[in-house]
Nanobody, 124 residues
Framework: VQLQASGGGSVLAGGSLKLSCEVLGSIFRIRDMGWYRQAPGNKRDLVATISNEGGTYYAESVLGRSTISRDNAKNTMYLQMNSLKPEDTGVYYC???????????????????WGKGTQVTVSS
């Protein structure tokens, strides 16, 4: 199982970006998915999460400016970020709670998988 994040870039304050995270590999089921942000010199902070049923959570810093969504048929999660601010700058990492498919009758074992991150830079 691998997570492939994309969509980062450099924008001016007030701009928008849409991040994507695709889960690749042989998959039985995906439960929660989410995004973390790590700014230079800082720890990795939670940005938003989405459950398999579509329940969402947002950090206060992005609430009202960002929308997390997922397409279960495509094993892909998105983060639409609007009204971007310089403090949104950082590397965005996606994660997913995934049970890989090991074959008929195999045990279902969930684990957290992480993408490599995509850089978001917002300049004023």
């Amino acid at each position: 199982v691998q997570l492939q994040a994309s969509g980062g870039g450099s924008v001016l304050a007030g701009g928008s970006l849409k991040l994507s995270c695709e889960v690749l590999g042989s998959i039985f089921r995906i439960r929660d998915m989410g995004w973390y942000r790590q700014a230079p010199g800082n720890k990795r902070d939670l940005v938003a999460t989405i459950s398999n049923e579509g329940g969402t959570y947002y950090a206060e810093s992005v609430l009202g400016r960002s929308t997390i969504s997922r397409d279960n048929a495509k094993n892909t999660m998105y983060l639409q970020m609007n009204s971007l601010k310089p403090e949104d700058t950082g590397v965005y990492y996606c994660y997913a709670d995934v049970a890989p498919w090991y074959g008929e009758g195999s045990k279902v074992i969930y684990g957290d998988y992480w993408g490599k991150g995509t850089q978001v830079t917002v300049s004023s």
